[in-house]
């Protein structure tokens, strides 16, 4: 999408003349209008005659630092969605996170690269000329939808061809308002799994020091404490000072224990590790490769991600996570979407576990099926060597919890609908997730519950998907990325 930049005014605000005039001298030169401030509270406290497209905002500043000058910027209606991007000499992960949780776009660390800066920039300007041109779509869609109803009830009569015209749009709409969402979705998601594979390989590097340090320390105590036997065996009468010594600080026990202390740090230091590992691989939530995966592994890298949400906390117990897998083959799909579907689903059964009083129980279980008909039958103890025909895997996700309506479980998987409370979710993750395993796996997705007897979400994925539905996979991936 071409921008033409002489339309687009950047604000810049940075307490250093030195920096504006770099930066200005830049955009001006690659044919942006620039304005500029060296005092965030001149900025927040200023009525901007003219909204600028875009605001690159320094962190520290003297009187109002950059995270505050964004906190008020989006608490106003007028400025409220001006993409802001931070530029700042600050590198740690929590000052990123901080930038994003605050409502940044992006995160520039300086000093800065001159084609970084620009990329950054023409990256944020199209997706707010996307999400423009969308809500202008949208707009004139309804437009046109209402004038159709209105010209249908004048009429009371119309023609079959006009009144499926206008379904059309009604469907055309709503698929474009949820391609919409989407695109903003995957936005977000895109940058949370770069900013988390970034603090995983952070840990990861002090990890590894660890590691290599404690097989050092194993072998430093060794020589010590064979030193000291040595010491023993060649003068048994030892020194009083160093005979009183010994009794305090408890050679014996020191001797035995030490071995179980490095043990443990191992222990730990390895746990860190697969934590880490889970999060990098969970983190490439953009990757549309199509590949052979073992679904046991990603449910248990996923389980590790979610790790923290179920231990205990105040009155209530760990939820426990019952496994029963069965034994399948590899299954030929894009993956990552398929974490995003089994994230949904376990967060959602983790929320609702976590307000029950009773112990909370997650049970996932996993099998072979075949499809017949229509209607999936499943097989157990088919070994994965002479797989049946139309070969599906079965993935159960079920939950102790308070279980669902009949009311709400006829729209579980309708877009937009949800049951929590404002603010607290958007009503996609269901329809995201259906769409992921239907639309995109030629699979089933199936809900089964009943208040007071919990809920069970059953997955069918087809082992190697047919020709249409992964040329239409394709099709709609490279829709989702343009």
């Known amino acids: 999408m071409e921008i033409n930049n002489q339309d687009i005014k950047i604000l810049i605000v940075d307490d250093q003349p030195n920096n504006l005039h770099v930066l200005s001298s830049l955009l001006i030169k690659s044919g942006y209008k620039v304005q500029r401030s060296i005092s965030g509270s001149m900025v927040v406290n200023a ?28 608490a106003r209606e007028k400025t409220r969605d001006i993409p802001v ?13 901080k930038a994003f949780t605050i409502g940044g776009v992006d995160y520039i660390s300086k000093p800065f690269q001159v084609e970084e800066v620009l990329a950054r920039i023409e990256n944020q300007l199209t ?8 809500k202008e779509q949208n707009t004139q869609l309804q437009q046109e939808i209402e004038v159709r109803k209105q010209a249908e009830e004048c009429l009371r009569q119309s023609e079959a061809r006009e009144r499926k015209k206008s379904q059309e749009l009604e469907r055309t709409l709503n698929e474009l308002k949820r391609t919409q969402v989407q695109l903003i979705h995957s936005e977000k998601m895109s940058s949370l799994g770069q900013m988390v594979a970034g603090v995983a390989h952070e840990i990861n590097n002090p990890v590894n020091f660890i590691y290599g340090n404690l097989y050092i320390v194993r072998q430093y105590i060794q020589d010590l404490i064979g030193l000291i036997e040595l010491y023993q065996e060649n003068c048994p009468e030892l020194i009083p000072i160093i005979q009183e010594r010994i009794e305090q600080i408890e050679l014996e026990y020191l001797v035995e224990d030490w071995s ?14 697969q ?28 389980l590790k991600v979610l790790n923290h949400r179920l231990v205990g906390e105040g009155c209530r117990d760990e939820i426990k996570i019952i496994k029963d897998y069965g034994e399948l083959p590899k299954v030929t799909c894009y993956i990552s979407q398929l974490n995003q579907v089994f994230m949904n ?19 996932i279980s996993t099998s072979m099926g075949r499809r017949e008909d229509g209607e999936i039958e499943e097989q157990f103890g088919v070994s ?25 479980l006829k729209r579980i998987f309708d877009p937009f609908f949800t049951t929590k409370p404002v603010g607290s979710g958007r009503g996609l993750g269901l329809s995201i997730s259906y769409q992921i395993v239907v639309e995109k796996h030629g699979g089933e997705m199936r809900c089964n519950s009943a208040i ?11 082992i190697v998907p047919s020709k249409i539905s992964i040329a239409t996979t394709n099709t709609q991936c490279a829709i989702m990325h343009v």
Do not use: W
Not at 452 to 462: D, H, R, V
């Open 452 to 462: 007071g007897k919990g809920t069970e979400f059953a997955i069918k994925l087809p």
């Open 384 to 408: 994965t060597s002479d797989l049946p025909p139309n070969p599906y895997v079965i993935i159960r996700i079920a939950d102790n919890g308070t279980g669902i309506s009949e009311d709400v």
């Open 345 to 363: 689903l376990l967060n959602n059964a983790i929320d609702v576990l976590a307000k029950s009083p009773s112990t909370g129980v997650i049970r």
């Open 127 to 134: 997706i707010q000329q996307l999400s423009k041109q969308l």
């Open 85 to 97: 991007i931070f530029l700042s000499a600050l590198n740690e992960a929590f000052d990123k996170v």
């Open 260 to 273: 179980k202390l490095v043990d443990s740090m191992e222990t730990g230091a390895e746990r860190i590790h």
């Open 47 to 74: 009525e901007l005659a003219a909204l600028p497209d875009l605001i690159l905002l320094d962190i520290m500043m003297p009187d109002l630092d950059g995270y505050e000058v964004c906190k008020r910027l989006k």
């Open 275 to 302: 934590i880490v590992r889970s999060l990098q691989i969970f983190s490439k939530l953009n990757e549309s490769e199509i590949k052979s995966v073992d679904i046991h592994e990603n449910i248990d890298r996923t």
